[in-house]
């Protein structure tokens, strides 16, 4: 098998794309009384073919990823995925607030206007870097597996404007 790049899918995960699992093992000449077979009998083999699998998943989704955001309470990261390399734009609050910034329901105005109230300040910060030398894919695979969504662009583009 080639070089893994991502890790193995969930349970969980893999349920979800299962319909795409199952077609998976039928291109590779193995239908569901087989799948059993195996996942009983050789384990190890069900476990490199759910992990091949993964692979090919992973590298789908993080290819046609654009835009991330990753959230905590009183910092916000958004990303943008070029080609050679990642620009963040980040707000983060200092101070009091009943802001929170993983509440994905407030609205920027609203955001702006309740740390005015509380007497929090918000600063805007910025970077951009060349991917980490293990390249693009496992660079925003590194951050999705920190917390980051993958998103539509419109919070980095706000705070890009501000």
């Known amino acids: 098998m080639k070089e893994t790049k991502f890790r193995r899918l969930r349970r969980d995960e893999l349920e979800e794309v299962?319909?795409?699992?199952?077609?998976?093992?039928?291109?590779?000449g193995i239908d569901a009384s087989s799948w059993v077979a195996?996942?009983?009998d050789e384990s190890r083999r069900?476990?490199?073919?759910i992990l091949q699998f993964s692979q090919i998943v992973f590298a789908g989704v993080?290819?046609?990823?654009?835009y991330l955001v990753h959230?905590?309470?009183?910092?916000?990261?958004?990303?943008?995925?070029?080609?050679?390399?990642?620009e963040m734009r980040g707000?983060?609050?200092?101070?009091?607030?009943?802001v929170d910034l993983t509440d994905t329901t407030?609205?920027?105005?609203?955001?702006?206007?309740?740390?005015?109230?509380?007497?929090?300040?918000?600063?805007?910060y910025t970077a951009e870097r060349a991917y980490i030398p293990?390249?693009?894919?496992?660079?925003?695979?590194?951050?999705?597996?920190?917390g980051a969504l993958i998103d539509n662009g419109d919070l980095f583009h706000l705070l890009d404007g501000l």
């Open 106 to 124: 407030l609205s920027p105005q609203d955001i702006f206007t309740r740390l005015k109230e509380d007497g929090a300040t918000p600063k805007l």
């Open 62 to 66: 993080i290819d046609k990823v654009r």
């Open 38 to 40: 195996i996942k009983e």
């Open 91 to 98: 707000l983060l609050i200092s101070g009091s607030t009943r």
């Open 134 to 146: 293990i390249g693009r894919d496992q660079d925003i695979f590194l951050r999705m597996e920190e």
């Open 71 to 86: 959230r905590k309470p009183h910092d916000l990261r958004t990303y943008r995925t070029g080609p050679d390399k990642i």
């Open 18 to 28: 299962k319909p795409q699992f199952v077609k998976f093992l039928s291109v590779n």
């Open 46 to 49: 069900a476990d490199a073919l």
